[in-house]
């Protein structure tokens, strides 16, 4: 795999679950780490506890829901480190709620902190990823729920579909200046108390177990590896086998 020590990563949502294992993977793989994060207690532990193992890390508060912060966040980051060459789009939020319920104002939070983050971050770092001689990488977390829901989840699903179809219109965009974009849809991923999961959980997946938020960084690693540079414009499905695997009422 790429060595990414050359190499300065942008995490959004990095101050728990998924994003904060991407960070803290990258980082274990000599990547300059940046925990772009709302919540500034969580975005700096992640960063403490990074540096702690002799990473290299820096937090920036960010409210991806707002251009001009995402615009001060690529500006601190090329400040910091003189380039950007990875952005893993991870911050996300869910609302499960009924459709007769769901204000507009819920609507457009969530997508726009889902979804238009996607696109104004991914447009925002490719201004300095076209100028590396060797491009760029993004990618874009989406979901399993981008095929398949439960009730009263339309917000969340509207997302993530969105940002699986944004993957490869982007990719065509900046295919010119050599900038991969693709997309991850992870299934179930605990990010709490893993060891609270029952066998039942475990047996509906292929993989006989849940996920971890290390599974999707290393699916993270694999696509920002220049040596994959032909992988572009895809959804990567990241789910043990679960949409795969037909399950019935005992």
């Known amino acids: 795999m790429s060595d990414f020590s050359t190499k300065t990563v942008i995490v959004t949502g990095a101050g728990n679950g998924i994003g904060k294992g991407v960070a803290a993977l990258f980082a274990e793989k000599g990547g300059n780490v940046v925990v772009a994060e709302i919540d500034e207690q969580h975005g700096q532990k992640t960063v403490e506890e990074i540096q702690s193992k002799g ?6 508060k960010a409210d991806v829901r707002q251009e001009k912060e995402i615009i001060a966040l690529m500006e601190s980051t090329f400040e910091k480190y003189g380039s950007i060459d990875i952005l893993i789009n991870n911050t996300g939020k869910a ?6 319920e769901v204000s507009v104002e819920e609507w457009d939070d969530i997508i726009h902190t889902n979804l238009r983050s996607v696109f104004l971050a991914s447009r925002e770092a490719a201004k300095y990823m076209r100028k590396n001689e060797d491009g760029g990488s993004i990618v874009n977390i989406a979901s399993t729920r981008a095929i398949m829901s439960e009730p009263n989840s339309e917000t969340y699903a509207a997302t993530k579909g969105g940002i699986v179809s944004i993957t490869h219109a982007l990719a065509a965009s900046f295919s010119p200046d050599k900038i991969t974009v693709n997309s991850i849809s992870p299934g179930w991923i605990e990010t709490g108390d893993y060891s609270q999961l029952s066998a039942r959980d475990h047996e509906q997946h292929f993989s006989k177990r849940v996920g971890k938020p290390e599974d999707i960084a290393r699916a993270c690693l694999y696509l920002t590896a220049k040596e994959n540079d032909f992988v572009t414009g895809i959804n990567l499905v990241v789910d043990g086998g679960m949409t795969r695997k037909m399950i019935y009422e005992e």
């Open 55 to 60: 990473g290299e890390a820096f937090f920036v």
């Open 95 to 100: 609302l499960f709620k009924s459709p007769y």
